[in-house]
Structures are given as structure tokens and as C-alpha cells.
């Protein structure tokens, strides 16, 4: 399924936008410049493919991506400040908060799998 403008190389951002490898294709995720969601494509051999909205989840800042355990990871900050977190099976899962005490962010988080451990970097 295409989306019109979302499924092209030549996104217009307001926000970083984050990529990563997920089963074989270049997955990628922005905010979108109006409403706040996350919107997701995913590409084999060049060819973008319309992946729909991230959860519906929202941000006021660009969201980052992961892979650890066989599953993609969204971090993102919600448009309450707080870190938040989905995964990516076929489907994204709800968001939650990532610390029960509602880290606050000051912008766009970061995140890596290495050596067994999924590591999530942000400004507080």
C-alpha cells in the first residue's frame, strides 16, 4: 500500500528522521509535520512500500530506531516529554513509558542493540 508523498526519498522534515535493517528491508520512520504521528516505509532492492503510522503515537521531536531480540524498537519523545517505546512484529505494539518515574526528554532520543544489550541514549 502507497501513500502519496510519504513513500519517496524526498520526505520534507521538520525532525530527524531514523533508519534501520529489519528481516532483509531498510525500515524508516519521521514525524510528520503537522499532526505529530510517526510514519513508517519500508524498502527491498529500492522499491518504498507504505508501512502506515507507528502505533499512532505521537511526538514533538524525531524518533529513533533499534533492533534487539529479533524485534525493531521505537523510541520516541511523547508530546508530554516523556520517553516512550513500541516494537515492530508484523505489527506495532502499544507505546508505553520506558521508566515507570516518566523520564523527560529535552529533544530526539538515540538507540543501539550491542553485545546483548538495547541502549537508549537522550538529553534530560
Known sequence: ??????DNL????????????????????????????????????????????AGLMRSSHGPALAVHDNKMWLFLRGTDGALWAATYDRDWSSASPVAGNRLTLMDEPSSASHGGNLYVMYRR
Open 10 to 53: 524526498s520526505w520534507t522534515l521538520s525532525k530527524p528522521a531514523t533508519m534501520t535493517s529489519y528481516n532483509g528491508e531498510m525500515w524508516r520512520n519521521a514525524r510528520g509535520l503537522d499532526d505529530a504521528q510517526i510514519y513508517t516505509s519500508s524498502s527491498r532492492n529500492g522499491a518504498w512500500q507504505w508501512r502506515g503510522l
Open 1 to 6: 500500500m502507497e501513500q502519496p508523498g510519504l
